[in-house]
């Protein structure tokens, strides 16, 4: 994959290979920081607002004081992709940490936030939203305040590393057999023409295409109802389908051993794929049409 080589670094920009990274840097040390991942079609952003959006939600709860305010900081985003001809699809991944200083657990005073975010190729994964993936169940080990998008990460990780171990596309988290969400995404469930998916609470990340599904659903009458299900519930599902920035709305065909209905991906999850294309403006996938 190709890292694009301007990187933005503070109010500047800088060649990816220039780039020093400080040694007492609290990202670093203490996962002290927030990040965003915003999605990237033929150049263009797709749900840039509220990514932002999140990222000063995220940056208030952990009381870091950006240097920007949103529109300052959603020109500069723009202007990343200026800078580097950005054309294809891809992402951006952008990256807020408390600043550097010496170590201590303890604020340090009077330091500025480190803050970077540089531009990525990325491919739609057009053979998971066609035909659906394989997700397991796995403990939901985190933290209580899983809204924040912090970097501290090591349980989603170790969840993600466990379902490609067991060729699985994704780790569906859960809490006691309560469905959260997954290590990398958000999930859902269908049943009898309705969408379940986990209350957007402190312990789940509330993302920015989660919103937009909820928007479509509203706008196509499909019941979207706030309401967590348990992983007992999988087998009894209708439809599967996990969302995120790089996912977009995947399928998910099969759990751990249980196979979701015909194994096919189902119509309501193939009618918001074709609500999201339309609202991203993009028309490359070949989705089945529903009957």
């Not at 979207?224 to 992983?231: L, N, P, Q, R, Y």
């Amino acid at each position: 994959m190709y890292v694009y080589p301007i990187i933005l670094t503070q109010s500047s920009f800088t060649h990816k290979d220039s780039l020093k990274y400080p040694f007492e840097e609290r990202g670093l040390q203490f996962g002290d920081g927030i990040y965003e991942v915003v999605r990237i079609y033929h150049g263009t952003y797709y749900l840039l607002e509220a990514h932002v959006d999140r990222l000063f939600r995220s940056a208030e709860a952990i009381k870091i004081q950006l240097p920007y305010n949103k529109e300052e900081l959603t020109n500069l985003l723009i202007e990343l992709l200026e800078k580097n001809k950005m054309t294809n699809d891809g992402k951006v991944y952008m990256q807020v940490t408390r600043g550097s200083a010496p170590r201590d657990h303890v604020f340090p005073a009077d330091v500025m936030p480190n803050i970077y975010a540089y531009v990525q190729d990325q491919s739609r994964n057009l053979a998971g939203l066609e035909n659906g993936v394989h997700a397991i169940t796995h403990r939901d080990i985190r933290w209580e305040n899983c809204y924040i998008k912090s970097l501290n990460l090591l349980p989603n990780v170790l969840a993600k590393q466990t379902a490609k171990d067991n060729d699985c596309y994704e780790a569906i988290l859960h809490k006691d057999s309560t469905v959260t969400e997954c290590s990398s995404s958000n999930v859902y469930l269908v049943k009898d023409g309705k969408i379940f998916t986990h209350p957007a609470t402190n312990n789940i990340l509330h993302g920015c295409v989660r919103m937009a599904i909820e928007r479509f659903t509203k706008e196509m009458n499909i019941p979207f109802i706030e309401e967590a299900f348990s992983v007992e519930d999988i087998s009894l599902a209708d439809e599967m389908f996990l969302s995120s920035s790089t996912s977009e709305i995947t399928p998910v065909v099969k759990v751990d051993n249980t196979q979701i209905a015909d194994g096919e991906p189902g119509p309501i999850t193939i009618n918001l794929q074709q609500a999201y294309e339309r609202d991203a403006n993009i028309h490359e996938i070949k989705i089945k049409q529903t009957l």
